[in-house]
C-alpha cells in the first residue's frame, strides 16, 4: 500500500535545518550534456531569521575538474543524506511484513557562484572550522596555520549555492501501525542505534512513548 501524499514530509520546517547541520557531508551532481561530476563536500548552510536554509556554503579544491564544468554549467544537484538504517521484518511479530529503510534526505537544486573574493573564502572557511571544531578539548583555529594559510587559500575556490528548488523525505516510520512502529523502535533502541531511534520519535510526537 502506497503511502498518502505528504505522509512523509519532515514535522516542522526546524527539523530540515536540522538534518543539513548535524550531517553536512553532501554530494554536489553536475550533469552537463553528456558530461558529469559527483563530489562529496561539507557543506553550511545560510539561514533566514526564521532558521530556515536559504544558500548553501561551502568551498572545492581548484584543481578539481568539477570546478571547470560549474563553471560552464553551475546547474547542480546537491543531495544530504541524514540518519538512515535498515528495518529487519525479524522484529516485526507479523513477518509477512517486509523490511524497509528508513531516512532522512534532502535534495537542492542550486546554481553555484563561485567567489574569488579573499574575504568571502576566509569567511567560509573560518565557519566551517569554527563548527567542526566547536566543543573539542584543545579546539584548532585557523589562525594557527600561520604563513601556511596563504598556501592552503591559494588551493581552493569558495562558492555560494543558491537555492532554486528543493525535495524533502522524512521517511520514518509515519506509515507503519502502531503496534509495528514501536517493535521498531524498541528493536532499533536495543541495537543502540540512538539517533535513527530519536528521529523517527521526533517524526511522529503523537506515537514517542510508545
Given at each position: 500500500?502506497?503511502?498518502?501524499?505528504?505522509?512523509?514530509?519532515?514535522?516542522?520546517?526546524?527539523?530540515?535545518?536540522?538534518?543539513?547541520?548535524?550531517?553536512?557531508?553532501?554530494?554536489?551532481v553536475t550533469m552537463?550534456g553528456a558530461e558529469?561530476?559527483?563530489?562529496?563536500?561539507?557543506?553550511?548552510?545560510?539561514?533566514?531569521?526564521?532558521?530556515?536554509?536559504?544558500?548553501?556554503?561551502?568551498?572545492?579544491?581548484?584543481?578539481?575538474?568539477?570546478?571547470?564544468?560549474?563553471?560552464?554549467?553551475?546547474r547542480t544537484l546537491?543531495?544530504?543524506?541524514?540518519?538512515?538504517?535498515?528495518?529487519?521484518?525479524?522484529?516485526?511479530?507479523?513477518?509477512?511484513?517486509?523490511?524497509?529503510?528508513?531516512?532522512?534526505?534532502?535534495?537542492?537544486?542550486?546554481?553555484?557562484?563561485?567567489?574569488?573574493?579573499?574575504?568571502?573564502?576566509?569567511?567560509?572557511?573560518?565557519?566551517?572550522?569554527?563548527?567542526?571544531?566547536?566543543?573539542?578539548?584543545?579546539?584548532?583555529?585557523?589562525?594557527?596555520?600561520?604563513?601556511?594559510?596563504?598556501?592552503?587559500?591559494?588551493?581552493?575556490?569558495?562558492?555560494?549555492?543558491?537555492?532554486?528548488?528543493?525535495?524533502?523525505?522524512?521517511?520514518?516510520?509515519?506509515?507503519?501501525?502502531?503496534?509495528?512502529?514501536?517493535?521498531?523502535?524498541?528493536?532499533?533502541?536495543?541495537?543502540?542505534?540512538?539517533?535513527?531511534?530519536?528521529?523517527?520519535?521526533?517524526?511522529?510526537?503523537?506515537?514517542?512513548?510508545?
Amino acid at each position: 500500500m502506497s503511502a498518502a501524499p505528504g505522509t512523509f514530509d519532515p514535522p516542522a520546517e526546524a527539523e530540515v535545518t536540522r538534518l543539513v547541520l548535524e550531517h553536512p557531508f553532501a554530494w554536489l551532481v553536475t550533469m552537463h550534456g553528456a558530461e558529469f561530476a559527483a563530489t562529496p563536500l561539507p557543506l553550511r548552510p545560510v539561514l533566514d531569521p526564521q532558521g530556515s536554509v536559504t544558500a548553501l556554503l561551502g568551498h572545492f579544491a581548484r584543481r578539481n575538474p568539477h570546478v571547470e564544468l560549474l563553471r560552464r554549467a553551475p546547474r547542480t544537484l546537491v543531495l544530504f543524506l541524514g540518519p538512515h538504517g535498515y528495518v529487519s521484518s525479524s522484529w516485526l511479530t507479523d513477518r509477512t511484513r517486509t523490511p524497509t529503510w528508513n531516512y532522512a534526505a534532502a535534495q537542492y537544486l542550486v546554481d553555484i557562484e563561485f567567489t574569488e573574493d579573499e574575504h568571502d573564502t576566509e569567511g567560509v572557511l573560518r565557519d566551517l572550522i569554527g563548527e567542526m571544531e566547536g566543543g573539542r578539548p584543545q579546539a584548532w583555529s585557523l589562525d594557527e596555520m600561520g604563513p601556511r594559510y596563504r598556501r592552503l587559500v591559494s588551493g581552493i575556490i569558495a562558492f555560494r549555492a543558491h537555492i532554486l528548488e528543493r525535495r524533502v523525505k522524512f521517511k520514518l516510520g509515519q506509515d507503519e501501525r502502531d503496534a509495528e512502529y514501536a517493535e521498531i523502535t524498541r528493536a532499533l533502541a536495543a541495537a543502540g542505534d540512538h539517533e535513527l531511534h530519536e528521529w523517527m520519535q521526533r517524526c511522529n510526537p503523537a506515537r514517542s512513548g510508545r
